[in-house]
């Protein structure tokens, strides 16, 4: 039994010594750098198992999460609406008229929707007196609260609703031949271009578009080496699809009466006719691996009509993260959640949160279906990015201007788990300098 102690007590001196030495080495490392003296820094690691911290610093501060919020609004939304979870945009006649159920579906394309036109005229149905769209799973709300003005045309950050189509974007074909240069629009939608490009030494656009003034005119400035393609986000939503749907009409030969498409309630007594479905699942990875906005915006936002049995909005979107954390006995008293996808300057958390919500997700034997979604070097954002530790990192990053995080797990070297969260702002550094200093802090945690 005394042989049994002393193990023990071995064992338990060898962690402590380990936890210390890891916090002494982070603490040196942290407090060394330029990005701490100008900037404010903020790191959390703890135990996933146990729970316990190991190193903290400024883990109680209030920051911009960027991205890494993604993971902690997009698994409440996961867990509302179930594995097996379906986007389905239903297609309903009722009389003489159509109804089309949208669904917010993130993967929903033209090509889908051509498709569906042909199979209700196989069906048999060639003609409509009046087109109704039901839009009621989310609200009209297309952004996120303090979205800014000027990512319009920003393709990253793109509107996301109901009407989501074509992953909101439009595509425009920038051509140069014989000293010639002129654009085209792929998407056919009658969006005004105005073409401000000159021939250069390298393909550098940008498209801008001035929603005050006009918002339905892009501008495309820059140069062209040679013919290229430049993406924008759609600016309204609901008339693109609108355009789209009664195009494929005219080209499938389905006659309508009236080519005004109406907002309006599928019937109770309605009766389908096609659907088309996307899974949850297809989606999840551009959300925890590709950040992309949109999908994690629209797939919260649907999540809080599930769990409220009403239209998604904002507000019970939000509750649901709360309520959700809540029941984990993960504390959220100080945080402030104004979007989902983490774009919005107004949200603040802490690492301390954040590592707290990982122990959480680990402990209710999480960790095998997060590290199938959390991004590892060599995939997604983290493409670049600690390469050689493929196999020990399962990571969500962060990134804004002047803003940059990253959270997840790590595997130490000696096999133990680690929970993480590392948030830095406010600095005059390069994104690149940053995500370097936030690479040695991983690393460090992972040699352990």
């Known amino acids: 039994m005394k042989q049994y102690f002393k193990i023990f007590i071995l064992i338990f001196t060898f962690l402590i010594c380990s936890n210390k030495t890891l916090a002494s080495h982070l603490g040196s490392l942290i407090h060394s750098s330029s990005a701490d003296k100008t900037s404010t820094v903020a ?10 911290s190991v190193f903290e610093y400024n883990e109680k501060k209030l920051l911009h999460p960027a ?20 986007f389905n945009t239903g297609f309903y006649v009722y009389g003489n008229d159509l109804y089309i159920k949208l669904s917010g579906d993130p993967l929903l394309s033209s090509a889908n929707l051509k498709n569906a036109i042909k199979d209700i005229k196989t069906a048999g149905y060639k003609n409509f007196r009046n087109i109704y769209v039901d839009s009621s799973v989310m609200d009209n709300v297309e952004t996120g609260v303090g979205w800014m003005w000027d990512d319009g045309t920003n393709p990253s950050v793109r509107k996301f609703s109901a009407y989501n189509l074509d992953d909101n974007l439009l595509n425009i074909d920038v051509n140069y031949e014989n000293g010639q240069i002129s654009i085209d629009t792929k998407s056919v939608y009658p969006v005004p271009v105005i073409n401000n490009i000159q021939a250069g030494d390298k393909n550098s656009l940008v498209a801008v578009r001035h929603d005050w003034i006009s918002p339905d005119i892009i501008c495309v400035k820059g140069t062209v080496k040679g013919s290229t393609a430049i993406q924008v986000p759609v600016n309204n939503m609901q008339k693109y699809f609108n355009y789209r749907l009664l195009a494929t009409l005219r080209k499938v030969n389905v006659k ?16 389908k ?4 479905s996307h899974p949850l699942e297809l989606v999840l990875p551009s959300i925890f691996k590709d950040s992309n906005n949109k999908d994690c915006e629209t797939v919260v936002k649907v999540a809080g009509g599930v769990s409220e049995n009403s239209t998604g909005t904002l507000a019970n979107s939000v509750n649901l993260f709360y309520d959700y954390w809540n029941a984990q006995s993960v504390d959220t008293s100080d945080l402030i959640i104004a979007d ?22 680990y402990q209710n034997k ?13 995939e997604g954002t983290l493409s670049n990015r600690l390469l050689n530790l493929r196999g020990s990192l399962w990571l969500k990053t962060g990134t804004l201007e002047n803003i940059s995080g990253i959270t997840g797990y790590v595997k130490t070297n000696k096999g133990k788990i680690y929970s993480v969260a590392i948030l830095i702002q ?10 370097e200093f936030e690479n040695e802090i991983i690393t460090s945690i992972q040699n352990l």
């Open 256 to 271: 309508v009466e009236n080519d005004v498409i109406l907002k309006g309630i599928v019937p109770a007594d309605a009766k």
């Open 426 to 435: 406010n600095f005059n550094y390069s994104q690149k300098q940053i995500k």
């Open 366 to 378: 999480r960790f095998e279906e997060l590290s199938e979604l959390l991004a590892q070097p060599g």
């Open 273 to 276: 006719i096609v659907g088309i």
């Open 43 to 52: 790191v959390s690691v703890k135990d996933a198992q146990t729970g316990k």
């Open 67 to 86: 991205s890494t919020l993604k993971v902690f609004t997009t698994i409440p939304a996961m867990d509302t609406l179930e594995k097996n979870f379906i």
């Open 340 to 361: 989902f996808c983490g774009v919005s300057r107004n949200n603040l958390v802490t690492v301390d949160f954040m590592t707290n919500a990982l122990n959480s997700l």
